[in-house]
Antibody
Framework: QVQLQESGPGLVKPSQTLSLTCTVSGGSISSGGYYWSWIRQHPGKGLEWIGYIYYSGSTYYNPSLKSRVTISVDTSKNQFSLKLSSVTAADTAVYYC??????????WGQGTLVTVSS | VIWMTQSPSLLSASTGDRVTISCRMSQGISSYLAWYQQKPGKAPELLIYAASTLQSGVPSRFSGSGSGTDFTLTISCLQSEDFATYYCQQYYSFPRTFGQGTKVEIK
């Protein structure tokens, strides 16, 4: 069974760049057929899809965040990463990595809370 | 962007009750809808995809129905472990979007 694990700083200063990595185990990102996504959840709120990457490097981002988001993949490490630039307090959230095969999210990481504060 | 209206936002029920959660789309999405369950401090878990297909391992008391713009998640006989928040999600188009969530609490 594929497992995902997020890692990265839990505290980011305003205007800086949030960087998170998702490590995949139990399966290979390079095997194809799946899209590797980032999703966030503001405290006590609903879910917001940030974007995805395919193993080839092709990406699709939520238009609401597109100008600030970069998702990349490192197939040699079986990892994919999220960078969100120019963060504000509104970017404080639990960030999840997940994968989808046909549009729905079959497996999720446990999530990591990122707080934006000086 | 496809907007989703999920109702109710809060549902108070007792163990053994039959509960229904609604998800309405701003435009038709055929059957490209999934349902998730989320417990406090945990990641969401996939319950149903393609509007009515139960994910492997999910109890049969969960069922989904609908197509087009109106969808329903039903729990036929609520168990203690079912008290959680439920989300619908459309995958008909990008960006993927989720409903606002329905919290099922103990009455």
């Amino acid at each position: 069974q594929v497992q995902l694990q997020e890692s990265g700083p839990g505290l980011v200063k305003p205007s800086q760049t949030l960087s998170l990595t998702c490590t995949v185990s139990g399966g290979s990102i390079s095997s194809g057929g799946y899209y590797w996504s980032w999703i966030r959840q503001h405290p006590g709120k609903g879910l917001e899809w940030i974007g995805y990457i395919y193993y080839s490097g092709s990406t699709y981002y939520n238009p609401s965040l597109k100008s600030r988001v970069t998702i990349s993949v490192d197939t040699s490490k079986n990892q994919f990463s999220l960078k969100l630039s120019s963060v504000t307090a509104a970017d404080t959230a639990v960030y999840y990595c997940a994968f989808e095969g046909l549009g729905y999210f079959q497996h999720w990481g446990q999530g990591t809370l990122v707080t934006v504060s000086s | 962007v496809i907007w989703m209206t999920q109702s109710p936002s809060l549902l108070s029920a007792s163990t053994g009750d039959r509960v229904t959660i609604s998800c309405r789309m701003s435009q038709g999405i055929s059957s490209y809808l999934a349902w998730y369950q989320q417990k406090p401090g945990k990641a969401p878990e996939l319950l149903i995809y393609a509007a009515s297909t139960l994910q492997s391992g999910v109890p049969s008391r969960f069922s989904g129905s609908g197509s087009g713009t109106d969808f329903t998640l039903t729990i036929s006989c609520l168990q203690s472990e079912d008290f959680a928040t439920y989300y619908c999600q459309q995958y008909y188009s990008f960006p993927r979007t989720f409903g606002q969530g329905t919290k099922v609490e103990i009455k």
